[in-house]
C-alpha cells in the first residue's frame, strides 16, 4: 500500500468545525477537504450538486426512487462536516426527501426512509413533534428503530413511564426486529428500577383519533375554508399569514418546514416607520444644561439625528439616521433626494400635486378618517362647477362636497400631447420609419405627406408596405391613430362614454380604500349614472389597478382602471362579442358592459369572475405535493385550443396568454360537442390589452415588440425578431408546461428547432403532447400561419382520449371548485 500519511493537524485544527458521526468519519477525505483552496472546493461542490440535482429530476423513472435522496444527504454530510448550514442545505434536502415520500405506502416500513426521518429529528427544536408525526402517517410503524429511538428520547427527558408505553407499542406490533426490541427492553426495565417515576407525566404518547372523526389523505387536497379555532385569553403568537388555521394541518396532514414550525419563536423583520419602541424608565434627576445651546428656527424638518432600536431578546441598536427625512409626509425618499431637496433642485410628489396639498384634499381626508362605519360623504353640489362634459362623481358620505368641488377644480394634471405629429409605429424593411399617415381601410392605398420632407423621400413607400410591414403593437400612439380612423367611430359603440377631462381619480380611489373606516366608497360616472360601491382592490399592475364594485342592484362587476386612459381592450372586446356572437367559444371570453374615458384615466367595467385561474389551480396542486391530473391538463388544453383557434379565425390575436389570464367557469360530464355539461366549464380568458385586430393590417403585416422579455414570451420575442400567431402559439404551450410541470415554461436551441429542456414524462401521453408541442413551439416550420387546421386535428386527438379517460375529472373539478 502506497497511500499517503494523513496528516493530523488540518483536523486538529479543524475539530471545532466537524460534527461527531457514530459512522465515524474518514480522517483522508477530511484532510482533502480542508486542505483544498476555498473557491475550488465550491466550485467542485457547486458542479457536484448540480448533477445530483439533475439525478433527482428524474426519479419518477427509477425503480427505486429514494436512493438519490440517500446519495444526496451522503454527499452533504462528507462535503459539509459541520453539520447542517445555509450552505450545505442538510435541513432542507431532508425536508425535501421527507415529504417526497411519506404518502408512498411502499416506504412507509422502509429502514432507510424513516432513518431520513430520525436524523431530522435529531436537528429539530421538538423532536417529539417528529415522532408524533410518524405516528400519525404510520411511518415506521412496523420497525423496531422507531420504538427504540422515541423510547430512548422520552428517557433522556425524564419521561421514563412514558418510554414504557412507546415499548409496549413497538412489541405489540411486533416491530422488525423483535428480539433486539425485546432484548432493548429489558435493558429499559433494568434502567427503570433504580429510577423513581412517581412523579412523571402518565399522557398517552401517541396521537388518539375518535371514533367518528376522518382519517386524513381521505380529501384531494387540505381544506383551507376551515373556520378558525376560538382564541385564547392571553394571545402567545400572532402569525402574520391572513390564512385560518387548518384542521389537517392540526390532524398532522401536513409537518410542514422546520421554519414554519418555529416562526412563533422568530422576530421577524417589521418597518420602524410607525411602530413605538419601549424606552428604558429613567429614575434619577434630570440633569440642566449648564449652557443654552443654539436653536435653529429655519422651516426645515426637525428631528433627532438617531434612532433606538429595541427588540426583545436583541442587543440595543442605536441607529444614526435622521429617519423623518428619509420618510417624510407619507413618502419614502432615498439620501441622494433628501440632499437634493435641501439644495432647492428637487420636488416631491407632494409638492408637485395642486391636489394633495389643497385644503380640500386635507379636508377630505379629515373627514374620511372620522367617518362612521355606516356614513357616506354627502357631496355639496353648489360648490361644484358645471363642468363642459360628464364627469364621474366620487363620494363616501361626509365629505361629499369636498370630493365634488376637487372634481370640478382644473389643477388636475395634465398630459402632454405633440398635436403636430404622431408617431405611427411603423417600421418598413429599408429602415425607413414615420413617413406617412395611413388609411386605416387599406394600408397600402396611396400614402400623403406627414412631415416636411419633399415628396421624392416619399417615392417607393407604397411598394415598400406592399413588400414588407412591422408594426410595434405596443405603440400607443399608433392605436390611438387606429381607434381615431376607426368607420364606425368608437363614439357610435354600445357603452363608450367619453369625457374631454381629467380625472386624476385613481390614486385617490386607492387612498380612500386604504382607510379602514371608510367601508362605503361610490363612484358614479355621469354617463351612466349608475353608482357603484367599491368594495376592495383585486389587483395591480403597472399601468392598471382592477377594483371589485357593487352595483345598486347588487350585481357585482371588475373595474379597471387605467392610466394613462386607453380605449383599446374595449374595443378588442367588443370586436370579439360581435364577431363570435352566436357561437360557444365566445362564453370562454370576458364581457364588459362600458367604459368611460377620460384625457388622463379610462375605467372599464368587466365581468367579475369569482374563481381562481389555472395558476391556482397548478399551485393548489403544489401545496398539497402533487401535479396535476393528466386528463385535467388535456381538459384545460381543449379549451385553450378551441378559444384560440376561435378568435384566430376572426382576426383577433390575444398576444399575452399565461395561467394566470386563464380564468375559471364550473359546471359538470364532458362530451366534444359541449352540448351535454360542459359547456359551462372551463376557462374565461381575460386581460386583453396586448390583443392585435388583425383585420387592421395588410395580409404581410407583422410585429416586432419593444417591451421586457421572459420565458412566457415566443423566442422570436425574446430574439426581438418580428411575430405574429407565434405569440398565442407559444402562450398556449407555456400554460401547458406549467401545468405539467408546476413550473414556467424554458426552452432550448437544439440546431435545427426549440425543444423543450424538461422533456415529457414517459408515464405522459407522449406522442399527443409532444405533436402538439411542437406545433406550438416551432408553429413557423409547420407552414404558414395561423395553422387553424393543424390544432383542430390535435384538438380532435385531445377530444377522443379526454372521452376515454375522463372517469375522475368530475370528482376533481369538484373539489377544486369547493377549494378555490
Same mark, same amino acid.
Given at each position: 500500500?502506497?497511500?499517503?500519511?494523513?496528516?493530523?493537524?488540518?483536523?486538529?485544527?479543524?475539530?471545532?468545525?466537524?460534527?461527531?458521526?457514530?459512522?465515524?468519519?474518514?480522517?483522508?477525505?477530511?484532510?482533502?477537504?480542508?486542505?483544498?483552496?476555498?473557491?475550488?472546493?465550491?466550485?467542485?461542490?457547486?458542479?457536484?450538486?448540480?448533477?445530483?440535482?439533475?439525478?433527482?429530476?428524474?426519479?419518477?423513472?427509477?425503480?427505486?426512487?429514494?436512493?438519490?435522496?440517500?446519495?444526496?444527504?451522503?454527499?452533504?454530510?462528507?462535503?459539509?462536516?459541520?453539520?447542517?448550514?445555509?450552505?450545505?442545505?442538510?435541513?432542507?434536502?431532508?425536508?425535501?426527501?421527507?415529504?417526497?415520500?411519506?404518502?408512498?405506502?411502499?416506504?412507509?416500513?422502509?429502514?432507510?426512509?424513516?432513518?431520513?426521518?430520525?436524523?431530522?429529528?435529531?436537528?429539530?427544536?421538538?423532536?417529539?413533534?417528529?415522532?408524533?408525526?410518524?405516528?400519525?402517517?404510520?411511518?415506521?410503524?412496523?420497525?423496531?428503530?422507531?420504538?427504540?429511538?422515541?423510547?430512548?428520547?422520552?428517557?433522556?427527558?425524564?419521561?421514563?413511564?412514558?418510554?414504557?408505553?412507546?415499548?409496549?407499542?413497538?412489541?405489540?406490533?411486533?416491530?422488525?426486529?423483535?428480539?433486539?426490541?425485546?432484548?432493548?427492553?429489558?435493558?429499559?426495565?433494568?434502567?427503570?428500577?433504580?429510577?423513581?417515576?412517581?412523579?412523571?407525566?402518565?399522557?398517552?404518547?401517541?396521537?388518539?383519533?375518535?371514533?367518528?372523526?376522518?382519517?386524513?389523505?381521505?380529501?384531494?387536497?387540505?381544506?383551507?375554508?376551515?373556520?378558525?379555532?376560538?382564541?385564547?385569553?392571553?394571545?402567545?403568537?400572532?402569525?402574520?399569514?391572513?390564512?385560518?388555521?387548518?384542521?389537517?394541518?392540526?390532524? @398532522?396532514?401536513?409537518?410542514?418546514?422546520?421554519?414554519?414550525?418555529?416562526?412563533?419563536?422568530?422576530?421577524?423583520?417589521?418597518?420602524?416607520? #410607525?411602530?413605538?419602541?419601549?424606552?428604558?424608565?429613567?429614575?434619577?434627576?434630570?440633569?440642566?444644561?449648564?449652557?443654552?445651546?443654539?436653536?435653529?428656527?429655519?422651516?426645515?424638518?426637525?428631528?433627532?439625528?438617531? $434612532?433606538?432600536?429595541?427588540?426583545?431578546?436583541?442587543?440595543?441598536?442605536?441607529?444614526?439616521?435622521?429617519?423623518?427625512?428619509?420618510?417624510?409626509?407619507?413618502?419614502?425618499?432615498?439620501?441622494?433626494?433628501?440632499?437634493?431637496?435641501?439644495?432647492?433642485?428637487?420636488?416631491?410628489?407632494?409638492?408637485?400635486?395642486?391636489?394633495?396639498?389643497?385644503?380640500?384634499?386635507?379636508?377630505?381626508?379629515?373627514?374620511?378618517?372620522?367617518?362612521?362605519?355606516?356614513?357616506?360623504?354627502?357631496?355639496?353640489?353648489?360648490?361644484?362647477?358645471?363642468?363642459?362634459?360628464?364627469?364621474?362623481?366620487?363620494?363616501? $358620505?361626509?365629505?361629499?362636497?369636498?370630493?365634488?368641488?376637487?372634481?370640478?377644480?382644473?389643477?388636475?394634471?395634465?398630459?402632454?400631447?405633440?398635436?403636430?405629429?404622431?408617431?405611427?409605429?411603423?417600421?418598413?424593411?429599408?429602415?425607413? +420609419?414615420?413617413?406617412? +399617415?395611413?388609411?386605416?381601410?387599406?394600408?397600402?392605398?396611396?400614402?400623403?405627406?406627414?412631415?416636411?420632407? $419633399?415628396?421624392?423621400?416619399?417615392?417607393?413607400?407604397?411598394?415598400?408596405?406592399?413588400?414588407?410591414?412591422?408594426?410595434?403593437?405596443?405603440?400607443?400612439?399608433?392605436?390611438?391613430?387606429?381607434?381615431?380612423?376607426?368607420?364606425?367611430?368608437?363614439?357610435?359603440?354600445?357603452?363608450?362614454?367619453?369625457?374631454?377631462?381629467?380625472?386624476?381619480?385613481?390614486?385617490?380611489?386607492?387612498?380612500?380604500?386604504?382607510?379602514?373606516?371608510?367601508?362605503?366608497?361610490?363612484?358614479?360616472?355621469?354617463?351612466?349614472?349608475?353608482?357603484?360601491?367599491?368594495?376592495?382592490?383585486?389587483?395591480?399592475?403597472?399601468?392598471?389597478?382592477?377594483?371589485?364594485?357593487?352595483?345598486?342592484?347588487?350585481?357585482?362587476?371588475?373595474?379597471?382602471?387605467?392610466?394613462?386612459?386607453?380605449?383599446?381592450?374595449?374595443?378588442?372586446?367588443?370586436?370579439?362579442?360581435?364577431?363570435?356572437?352566436?357561437?360557444?367559444?365566445?362564453?370562454?371570453?370576458?364581457?364588459?358592459?362600458?367604459?368611460?374615458?377620460?384625457?388622463?384615466?379610462?375605467?372599464?367595467?368587466?365581468?367579475?369572475?369569482?374563481?381562481?385561474?389555472?395558476?391556482?389551480?397548478?399551485?393548489?396542486?403544489?401545496?398539497?405535493?402533487?401535479?396535476?391530473?393528466?386528463?385535467?391538463?388535456?381538459?384545460?388544453?381543449?379549451?385553450?385550443?378551441?378559444?384560440?383557434?376561435?378568435?384566430?379565425?376572426?382576426?383577433?390575436?390575444? #398576444?399575452?396568454?399565461?395561467?394566470?389570464?386563464?380564468?375559471?367557469?364550473?359546471?359538470?360530464?364532458?362530451?366534444?360537442?359541449?352540448?351535454?355539461? @360542459?359547456?359551462?366549464?372551463?376557462?374565461?380568458?381575460?386581460?386583453?390589452?396586448?390583443?392585435?385586430?388583425?383585420?387592421?393590417?395588410?395580409?404581410?403585416?407583422?410585429?416586432?415588440?419593444?417591451?421586457?422579455?421572459?420565458?412566457?414570451?415566443?423566442?422570436?420575442?425574446?430574439?426581438?425578431?418580428? @411575430?405574429?400567431?407565434?405569440?398565442?402559439?407559444? #402562450?398556449?404551450?407555456?400554460?401547458?408546461?406549467?401545468?405539467?410541470?408546476?413550473?414556467?415554461?424554458?426552452?432550448?436551441?437544439?440546431?435545427?428547432?426549440?425543444?423543450?429542456?424538461?422533456?415529457? $414524462?414517459?408515464? @405522459?401521453?407522449?406522442?399527443?403532447?409532444?405533436?402538439?408541442?411542437?406545433?406550438?413551439?416551432?408553429?413557423?416550420?409547420?407552414?404558414?400561419?395561423?395553422?387553424?387546421?393543424?390544432?383542430?386535428?390535435?384538438?380532435?386527438?385531445?377530444?377522443?382520449?379526454?372521452?376515454?379517460?375522463?372517469?375522475?375529472?368530475?370528482?376533481?373539478?369538484?373539489?377544486?371548485?369547493?377549494?378555490?
Amino acid at each position: 500500500m502506497n497511500e499517503e500519511p494523513v496528516d493530523f493537524s488540518l483536523i486538529e485544527n479543524q475539530k471545532e468545525n466537524i460534527e461527531p458521526s457514530k459512522d465515524g468519519r474518514s480522517a483522508m477525505a477530511l484532510t482533502k477537504l480542508f486542505s483544498t483552496e476555498v473557491k475550488q472546493l465550491k466550485g467542485q461542490q457547486d458542479y457536484e450538486r448540480s448533477l445530483i440535482e439533475e439525478k433527482l429530476e428524474k426519479i419518477d423513472e427509477l425503480d427505486d426512487p429514494i436512493e438519490p435522496y440517500l446519495e444526496y444527504i451522503e454527499w452533504v454530510k462528507r462535503n459539509y462536516p459541520a453539520g447542517p448550514s445555509v450552505e450545505s442545505g442538510l435541513i432542507q434536502i431532508m425536508e425535501r426527501c421527507t415529504s417526497q415520500f411519506r404518502d408512498v405506502p411502499y416506504y412507509k416500513n422502509d429502514p432507510r426512509y424513516l432513518q431520513v426521518w430520525l436524523s431530522y429529528a435529531k436537528y429539530s427544536e421538538n423532536p417529539r413533534d417528529i415522532f408524533l408525526y410518524l405516528a400519525r402517517k404510520e411511518i415506521g410503524k412496523h420497525l423496531a428503530t422507531y420504538y427504540e429511538e422515541y423510547a430512548n428520547y422520552l428517557e433522556t427527558s425524564d419521561r421514563n413511564v412514558q418510554a414504557e408505553q412507546v415499548y409496549q407499542e413497538g412489541l405489540g406490533q411486533e416491530a422488525r426486529p423483535l428480539k433486539r426490541l425485546q432484548k432493548r427492553f429489558n435493558e429499559f426495565r433494568m434502567r427503570l428500577e433504580a429510577k423513581d417515576t412517581t412523579m412523571e407525566p402518565t399522557s398517552p404518547v401517541f396521537p388518539s383519533r375518535s371514533v367518528l372523526s376522518v382519517k386524513s389523505g381521505t380529501s384531494l387536497f387540505a381544506s383551507s375554508h376551515k373556520e378558525p379555532k376560538p382564541q385564547k385569553k392571553i394571545e402567545i403568537f400572532t402569525d402574520n399569514d391572513d390564512g385560518h388555521e387548518d384542521e389537517h394541518m392540526i390532524e @398532522w396532514g401536513n409537518l410542514g418546514t422546520a421554519f414554519e414550525r418555529n416562526k412563533e419563536n422568530k422576530v421577524l423583520p417589521s418597518t420602524w416607520v #410607525g411602530e413605538t419602541l419601549p424606552q428604558e424608565e429613567y429614575s434619577g434627576k434630570p440633569k440642566g444644561m449648564k449652557v443654552s445651546v443654539f436653536q435653529d428656527s429655519s422651516d426645515l424638518p426637525s428631528g433627532p439625528v438617531y $434612532k433606538v432600536i429595541e427588540v426583545p431578546g436583541k442587543k440595543r441598536e442605536k441607529v444614526d439616521l435622521n429617519f423623518d427625512l428619509l420618510y417624510n409626509d407619507d413618502e419614502e425618499f432615498c439620501v441622494q433626494e433628501v440632499l437634493a431637496i435641501m439644495k432647492g433642485v428637487y420636488r416631491t410628489k407632494t409638492q408637485a400635486s395642486n391636489l394633495d396639498d389643497s385644503p380640500r384634499f386635507k379636508s377630505l381626508v379629515t373627514q374620511v378618517r372620522r367617518a362612521q362605519y355606516d356614513e357616506t360623504i354627502h357631496l355639496n353640489k353648489e360648490e361644484l362647477k358645471k363642468p363642459a362634459s360628464p364627469t364621474a362623481t366620487f363620494y363616501t $358620505k361626509q365629505a361629499k362636497d369636498e370630493i365634488n368641488a376637487m372634481f370640478g377644480d382644473q389643477s388636475a394634471e395634465n398630459i402632454n400631447r405633440d398635436d403636430d405629429t404622431k408617431d405611427l409605429g411603423l417600421i418598413y424593411d429599408d429602415f425607413t +420609419e414615420n413617413v406617412a +399617415e395611413v388609411s386605416i381601410n387599406d394600408l397600402t392605398e396611396k400614402v400623403t405627406e406627414h412631415t416636411k420632407r $419633399k415628396r421624392d423621400e416619399l417615392a417607393g413607400v407604397e411598394s415598400i408596405i406592399k413588400k414588407k410591414c412591422v408594426v410595434n403593437p405596443a405603440d400607443e400612439s399608433f392605436k390611438e391613430m387606429l381607434l381615431e380612423n376607426l368607420n364606425p367611430s368608437l363614439n357610435t359603440y354600445k357603452g363608450f362614454y367619453r369625457y374631454k377631462k381629467t380625472m386624476n381619480m385613481c390614486s385617490l380611489l386607492k387612498k380612500s380604500l386604504n382607510i379602514k373606516q371608510s367601508r362605503h366608497v361610490f363612484v358614479e360616472f355621469e354617463g351612466t349614472k349608475d353608482p357603484f360601491n367599491l368594495k376592495c382592490l383585486l389587483g395591480e399592475g403597472g399601468f392598471a389597478c382592477v377594483y371589485l364594485a357593487e352595483s345598486m342592484i347588487g350585481d357585482f362587476k371588475a373595474i379597471k382602471c387605467q392610466r394613462p386612459s386607453t380605449p383599446w381592450e374595449f374595443y378588442i372586446l367588443r370586436q370579439i362579442e360581435t364577431r363570435l356572437k352566436g357561437r360557444d367559444t365566445l362564453d370562454s371570453i370576458v364581457s364588459q358592459s362600458e367604459i368611460h374615458v377620460y384625457d388622463d384615466e379610462s375605467y372599464l367595467v368587466l365581468e367579475y369572475i369569482r374563481k381562481g385561474t389555472i395558476l391556482d389551480v397548478v399551485n393548489l396542486f403544489k401545496t398539497s405535493g402533487r401535479k396535476m391530473d393528466e386528463s385535467l391538463v388535456m381538459f384545460f388544453t381543449c379549451e385553450l385550443i378551441r378559444v384560440i383557434t376561435s378568435l384566430h379565425e376572426v382576426g383577433i390575436m390575444h #398576444g399575452d396568454l399565461k395561467a394566470d389570464n386563464c380564468m375559471l367557469k364550473f359546471r359538470a360530464g364532458y362530451e366534444n360537442d359541449r352540448s351535454k355539461g @360542459w359547456k359551462n366549464t372551463g376557462i374565461k380568458l381575460i386581460d386583453f390589452g396586448r390583443s392585435i385586430d388583425m383585420t387592421l393590417f395588410p395580409k404581410n403585416v407583422e410585429f416586432k415588440s419593444n417591451w421586457d422579455t421572459d420565458n412566457q414570451d415566443c423566442p422570436e420575442m425574446r430574439n426581438q425578431s418580428t @411575430w405574429t400567431y407565434q405569440a398565442d402559439y407559444y #402562450g398556449i404551450a407555456s400554460i401547458i408546461h406549467t401545468m405539467l410541470f408546476g413550473t414556467f415554461i424554458e426552452t432550448k436551441f437544439d440546431g435545427e428547432k426549440h425543444v423543450l429542456v424538461n422533456p415529457i $414524462k414517459r408515464y @405522459w401521453q407522449q406522442d399527443i403532447w409532444n405533436h402538439l408541442l411542437d406545433i406550438l413551439i416551432n408553429s413557423k416550420l409547420h407552414g404558414e400561419l395561423p395553422l387553424t387546421n393543424k390544432l383542430q386535428q390535435c384538438l380532435k386527438v385531445l377530444e377522443e382520449w379526454l372521452e376515454s379517460n375522463d372517469s375522475n375529472l368530475v370528482s376533481i373539478m369538484k373539489d377544486i371548485e369547493q377549494e378555490l
